[in-house]
C-alpha cells in the first residue's frame, strides 16, 4: 500500500509525501510514490505513529458488563492506539501464571482489534508466582500500594513491598506502581467521614498530595535498594516528578506516566461533572494541572503519557454519592483529540506540528522503548506500520453514539474536539475509517 499527500510526524520533525506499506512494514519514504496494490490519500492531513496504551484496563474475564477485549479495542483503534498493555484488574485478578495463559491463549486471541501485552498483578497471596512467570510473557507487573473498590490485591506493607523488589529485580522484571499511601488514605478517610461529607470533591481531600508523594518516594526507595526498574503509574502533582527528576539524576531506572485527564480536568470541574472524574489518585488544582502541562510542553520528566482506560457501567458513576461511585473513567477513544485540542488552546495553532510531535514521543516513542517493543512507536523504516491519520481542521463534538467503549458513557460527553483520528491502520492494514471498524480482529500478542 502507498499512503500519498501525507505530513508525517517522524522522531526528526515532519515530513511531507508518501510512503510505501510492505508486509506491514514501512519501507520507503518519497514523493509521487507508485503501487500496484492500494493507495490511500492522506489529503494533506498529519499522519502520527500508533498509540501505545500502556495503561488498559480491558476487563476480562469476569466484568463484561463493563468491557469487552472487542469493544475497548474497537474504541482504541478509533481513538488512534495501535497496541495495549492490558491490565490484571479482572475477576479473579490476573495474579498467577494459569490466569495470564488463559488470557494469551483464550481470551484474546482473534477479539483484539488492535496489538497487545500484558501487565500480571501480584498479591501477598501470589509472590511465588512471580518466580514461576516467564519473563517474555509480560510487560512487568503491577502492584498496589493502595486499593479502592475494584482492587482486591493492595499491598501498604514495606516487608512484602521489598521481597517483590528484590525478585523483580533479579528477574530483570519491570515493575508497575500504582503509589498512594493507604495509611494516610485511612487516616483523611476518618477525619472526611466524621464530617460527614459525600459530594466528589471530596475524593481529592482524601487523596491529596501527601497521599501520593509518600507512596513514590517509598516506592523509588525501594527501586534504589533493590535495583529494580520502576515504572510509576499516573502520577497527578508536579511534587511526584521532583522525586522522579531527582531519582533519575542519582541513577535510578525509574520512569514517570501522566495521565491524560489530569490534563483535561481539575478540581474545578468537580461541580458539573460529579462522580464521573472520580479517579485514583484524583484529580488535582487548576495550578497542578497548569504545572504539568508546562512539564510537557519542554518533555521534562514525563515520560509516558496515556489515558488510563478505566470503563465501569454507567449505574456505578451516574450517583452523587462519592463513597458509592466507582473509581476511574474511560477515555481511550477520546483522550487523542482532547490532547491536540488542549495543546492548541494553550500553545496556540502554530504550534500544532510541536504538539504533535510531543504527543507522538510521549505516547508511541518512549512506551516502545521502556517495554521492549522494537518495531513499534514511531514512523520509520522497517518498523511496523502503525498509522494514525489525523482531522486537525474539522472540529468533532463528543457524543455517546459515536463511541465504541461498552460502558457508553464518557466525561468528555459535549466537547467540541479537533484532531480526531480519520483512520488507523495496525500494520499496514486499515482497521478504523471515518467513524466506522471496518476489519476484523487482526491483534497480535507482542511478546
Not at 497521599?211 to 527501586?223: D, E, H, K, N, T
Amino acid at each position: 500500500m502507498i499512503i500519498k499527500n501525507g505530513k508525517f510526524v517522524t522522531p526528526k520533525g515532519v515530513f511531507k509525501g508518501d510512503l510505501l506499506i510492505e508486509k506491514g512494514k514501512i519501507k520507503k519514504f518519497g514523493y509521487k510514490l507508485k503501487s500496484n496494490d492500494k493507495e490511500f490519500d492522506a489529503k494533506g492531513k498529519y499522519i502520527i505513529p500508533g498509540l501505545i496504551e500502556v495503561h488498559g484496563h480491558l476487563r476480562e474475564p469476569g466484568m463484561t458488563d463493563k468491557e469487552t477485549i472487542l469493544t475497548g479495542t474497537q474504541a482504541a483503534a478509533a481513538g488512534g492506539v495501535t497496541t495495549i498493555i492490558d491490565m490484571p484488574n479482572t475477576k479473579p485478578p490476573t495474579t498467577t501464571v494459569a490466569r495470564l495463559k488463559q488470557k494469551i491463549e483464550k481470551i484474546y486471541p482473534k477479539r483484539s482489534c488492535i496489538d497487545y501485552a500484558f501487565f500480571m498483578g501480584v498479591s501477598k497471596k501470589s509472590l511465588k508466582e512471580l518466580e514461576k512467570v516467564d519473563s517474555k510473557m509480560i510487560a512487568g507487573v503491577k502492584l498496589f500500594t493502595a486499593g479502592h473498590e475494584t482492587v482486591p490485591t493492595t499491598i501498604p506493607d514495606d516487608k512484602t513491598l521489598g521481597k517483590i523488589f528484590k525478585i523483580l529485580a533479579e528477574r530483570k522484571i519491570i515493575v508497575a506502581v500504582h503509589a498512594e499511601d493507604q495509611w494516610l488514605i485511612n487516616y483523611y478517610k476518618k477525619k472526611i467521614e466524621m464530617l460527614g461529607k459525600s459530594n466528589a470533591a471530596v475524593w481529592s481531600e482524601l487523596r491529596p498530595m501527601s497521599v501520593v508523594v509518600a507512596a513514590a518516594a517509598r516506592a523509588i526507595a525501594l527501586a534504589e535498594q533493590y535495583g529494580t526498574k520502576l515504572y510509576l503509574l499516573h502520577l497527578s502533582t508536579p511534587e511526584e516528578f521532583i522525586l522522579v527528576e531527582a531519582a533519575k539524576k542519582r541513577g535510578v531506572d525509574v520512569f514517570a506516566e501522566l495521565v491524560s485527564y489530569q490534563l483535561i480536568f481539575n478540581t474545578g470541574d468537580y461541580k458539573k461533572l460529579g462522580n464521573k472524574i472520580k479517579v485514583s489518585p484524583a484529580i488535582r488544582s487548576l495550578k497542578d494541572q497548569n504545572n504539568m502541562w508546562q512539564l510537557m510542553e519542554k518533555g521534562q520528566v514525563i515520560d509516558v503519557l496515556c489515558s488510563e482506560h478505566t470503563p465501569h457501567e454507567w449505574k456505578t458513576k451516574n450517583q452523587p454519592d462519592v463513597w458509592k461511585a466507582q473509581s476511574g473513567m474511560p477515555g481511550i477513544q477520546e483522550t487523542l483529540p482532547a490532547l491536540i485540542s488542549q495543546w492548541v488552546k494553550r500553545f496556540s495553532k502554530k504550534n500544532l506540528e510541536a504538539g504533535l510531535i510531543r504527543i507522538a514521543q510521549l505516547s508511541s516513542e518512549n512506551p516502545a522503548k521502556i517495554f521492549g517493543f522494537k518495531t513499534k512507536g514511531s514512523i520509520e523504516i522497517n518498523k511496523d506500520a502503525d498509522l494514525v491519520i489525523l482531522e486537525t481542521k474539522k472540529t468533532w463534538t463528543v457524543k455517546k453514539k459515536d463511541l465504541f467503549s461498552k460502558c457508553g458513557w464518557s466525561a468528555y460527553e459535549g466537547m467540541k474536539l479537533i484532531g480526531r483520528p480519520i483512520a488507523t491502520f495496525v500494520r499496514g492494514s486499515l482497521i478504523y475509517n471515518d467513524g466506522q471498524i471496518i476489519s476484523k480482529p487482526l491483534g497480535k500478542w507482542l511478546k
